[in-house]
């Protein structure tokens, strides 16, 4: 009977091995080099390839990965929408400890789910540099139709990190390189010009639906595809996923609709649309029917419209999907003027909008007739405050989430529910992304009990769409379809939208939830959900430490510097900064004793959501020669001596920006003589031509010019009240 028994027993788990696979894969990240735009440029791939390569698996598979970190620095993966244990979920410091340099790293968990998902790196901002793939789950004994998986992703030839530290120092490069630049000139010759100045007049900074130019747009790694084997009345499952680090895409075809079969890997009622938008993070499941024996164009072009990626589907003459054409940015300015208060926040003018249904955006679409909006699936919204023309409005179906609907019911277990509200704050002046005005290393965890449902009411009150994803859950989207709404795991949130989410508290540990626009989540836009009573992360001992090292992400610092080297000299700043504080130094230096120089160090903090308010303490040091403009040092406007020729003097003051970006500086140093300074930098005049100005009661003034040629360099010209004119260029970091 023994025998008999370890028989059963033997064979038992030879047919549970052989009903439930174990698939296995060996992913190596290594440093390798890229080819988009004629210049081989550094990037971060897994087995040699961007994107990395697509992971198959059937529903009920155990998923065997081995992780080799070839680098010389740390890396991670993430699952991004797997259901799977806390530790296995590869966000480094928080669930998962990170792989370490020259190590390999196993993720082993059950497959739990179908659908179409993919991967990335959670560490620093590696997925910038190449590191994603597709993660594509089938489902068990369900006849397959074609498919394709199409991963798209956007491209920068700089290094990412110099990419963010550039958008903390409010560098508009990329606006040039995109044309989405406001100039006075612009507005002017375009009939905006009022509209201009009133924007400068609540502070806010020129309307762009992007922050980053991008060198490439890619579909699986290449600016184009080609599927030629296709021929008319076939049929194609696109698996299609977002995996950029911060660019929208809207999708069009050239064969006709698009069907949409599945959101974020869970199926939805099928629907048709002419076009749709897919947010970074998300995936969607289409079909798409060939028409005739030709090739037909489905189309990726990016929010911003700067560029577009191709997959072509058949093979013969060439259909090309619609071009959508540049966006019509003074009108999205007009449209922010109407709704912006002079404190810097917004005001939605009772409008409850929701659920993509209304894209305020839309008042820059031209192919809108009249800049209307897309009044289809209006969904019984309040419309108070905003006249629409039907007539302006194109009759064509755009998708939006109010028109995903579940197959099966989705309601939430009879549970105790937690309410939570979040506001979607930023501040773009210094490029800081918040809920409720705080970064994630500035919140306390989100406690939340197992066997509970939580309820989040999302606003974004701020002028970005931010898709926000929440890990190891999916949650349930409350779009009007009752017990049939949509699960998703990322909510694509419009600019002065409301939307309500909830999901079932069933899992144990922390889970992330943020933006998934790279740039965003590293700034701070996002919190943790901790499960009360979890047990102990075996991966992460010392809790403590762990998580100081996922705060430093938004405690980071950043520099910045302009350098001006002209003929009478040199001027310039040099500053670092985070979130709340910055140091900074100020010089202007003579070619001679007798033009002097001249050094102003500070320390400080901003104060207040927009930051118009810092404090500093600092150091001034000055000398000059015999006075060389002015051998008697002259009085200032209070009728006190100047020390323009000698001074060496502590001082606290603040400044504070006034509408129209005037800076205010209040200055009091330790001999009690006070300052008070006024002035403006960057004046957009042109596209490229800027312009700042300076005076105070010390009698010193500044002009100042410079022509911007690329992102680091400008020819410019000053006149100095102490220095008088030079000429040069300045360098820009």
């Not at 087995?47 to 070839?70: C, K, M, Q, R, W």
């Not at 992102?711 to 040069?728: E, L, N, P, R």
Request: charged residues 20%.
């Amino acid at each position: 009977m023994k025998e008999i028994s370890i028989i059963a027993i033997i064979f038992f788990f030879a047919i549970k091995s052989f009903a439930q696979k174990t698939v296995r894969y060996d992913l190596f990240v290594a440093d390798t080099s890229v080819n988009y735009t004629g210049k081989a440029k550094h990037a971060i791939a897994i087995n040699g390839s961007i994107p990395a390569p697509t992971l198959y698996f059937t529903e009920g598979d155990t998923a065997l990965i081995y992780v080799h970190n070839t680098l010389n620095t740390e890396t991670s993966i993430h699952w991004h929408g797997l259901i799977l244990p806390n530790e296995q979920d590869g966000v480094p410091y928080l669930t998962t400890a990170p792989i370490k340099p020259k190590t390999t790293h196993l993720y082993k968990f059950k497959i739990k789910q179908n659908g179409t998902y993919w991967y990335h790196s959670h560490t620093k901002l590696q997925e910038q540099s190449g590191m994603y793939g597709a993660f594509i789950i089938h489902k068990k004994d369900v006849e397959k139709m074609p498919e394709y998986t199409m991963v798209l992703s956007d491209w920068t030839n700089q290094k990412p990190y110099e990419v963010h530290r550039s958008l903390h120092n409010a560098n508009d490069w990329y606006a040039i390189k995109k044309g989405s630049t406001q100039s006075y000139a612009e507005a002017i010759k375009q009939g905006y010009f009022g509209q201009r100045l009133k924007s400068d007049w609540l502070r806010m900074n020129p309307m762009d639906v992007s922050d980053v130019y991008y060198n490439a747009l890619l579909t699986n790694g290449q600016t184009e595809q080609n599927l030629p084997q296709l021929k008319a009345g076939d049929k194609i499952r696109l698996r299609i996923i977002n995996g950029s680090s911060s660019t929208y895409f809207w999708l069009g075809y050239a064969g006709g609709k698009i069907t949409v079969i599945a959101n974020d890997g869970k199926d939805v009622v099928p629907v048709e649309a002419d076009r749709m938008i897919i947010a970074v993070a998300e995936t969607y499941d289409i079909i798409l029917t060939i028409p005739e024996n030709m090739s037909y164009e489905f189309k990726a072009t990016a929010e911003d419209r700067t560029k577009s990626t191709s997959f072509w589907l058949g093979d013969g003459m060439k259909m090309i999907a619609p071009t959508l054409p540049k966006l019509k940015y003074f009108e999205g300015l007009k449209m922010m003027n109407g709704m912006m208060k002079m404190n810097g926040t917004m005001d939605n003018m009772g409008m409850q909008m929701g659920n993509q249904v209304m894209d305020m955006n839309s008042v820059m679409y031209p192919e809108v007739k009249g800049g209307g909006m897309n009044m289809d699936n209006m969904g019984g919204m309040d419309m108070s405050g905003m006249k629409m023309d039907k007539d302006t409005v194109k009759d064509i179906v755009t998708l939006n989430y109010s028109m995903l609907r579940s197959p099966i019911k989705t309601t939430l277990p009879d549970a105790p529910t937690k309410i939570l509200y979040f506001k979607l704050t930023g501040n773009m002046l210094r490029y800081l992304w918040t809920i409720d005005n705080k970064t994630v290393s500035e919140s306390d965890k989100i406690m939340i009990k197992k066997g509970e449902n939580v309820k989040i009411i999302l606003e974004n009150g701020s002028m970005m769409r931010h898709p926000m994803h929440l890990h190891g859950h999916f949650f349930r989207v409350l779009n009007g379809q009752g017990e049939y709404a949509p699960f998703k795991n990322v909510l694509d949130i419009l600019p002065m939208e409301t939307d309500t989410i909830e999901f079932a508290a069933t899992e144990s540990g922390d889970w992330f939830f943020h933006c998934h626009i790279l740039y965003h989540m590293m700034s701070g836009m996002g919190k943790i959900f901790s499960y009360e009573n979890s047990p102990p992360n075996k991966e992460l001992p010392n809790q403590k430490k762990s998580i100081k090292k996922l705060y430093a992400d938004d405690r980071s610092w950043h520099p910045m510097a302009h350098i001006g080297l002209e003929s009478n000299g040199s001027d310039g700043e040099f500053m670092v900064s985070n979130k709340r504080y910055f140091a900074t130094t100020e010089w202007r230096l003579g070619i001679d004793n007798r033009m002097g120089y001249e050094s102003e160090s500070h320390i400080g903090r901003y104060i207040g959501r927009n930051q118009f308010l810092k404090a500093y303490v600092g150091w001034d040091l000055r000398y000059r020669k015999n006075g060389y403009y002015n051998p008697n040092g002259g009085d200032n406007i209070f009728g006190i001596k100047n020390t323009k020729n000698n001074r060496q003097v502590a001082c606290i003051g603040f400044q504070y920006t006034l509408p129209f970006f005037i800076v205010t500086d209040f200055r009091l140093d330790n001999t009690g003589r006070f300052r008070f300074q006024i002035g403006r930098e960057d004046i957009p005049i042109t596209r490229r031509l800027r312009i700042s100005a300076l005076v105070n009661t010390d009698l010193e003034y500044v002009i100042s010019a410079r022509y911007i040629l690329t992102k680091y360099f400008s020819v410019s010209t000053h006149y100095d009240s102490d220095m008088q004119f030079g000429a040069g260029m300045t360098i820009v970091y």
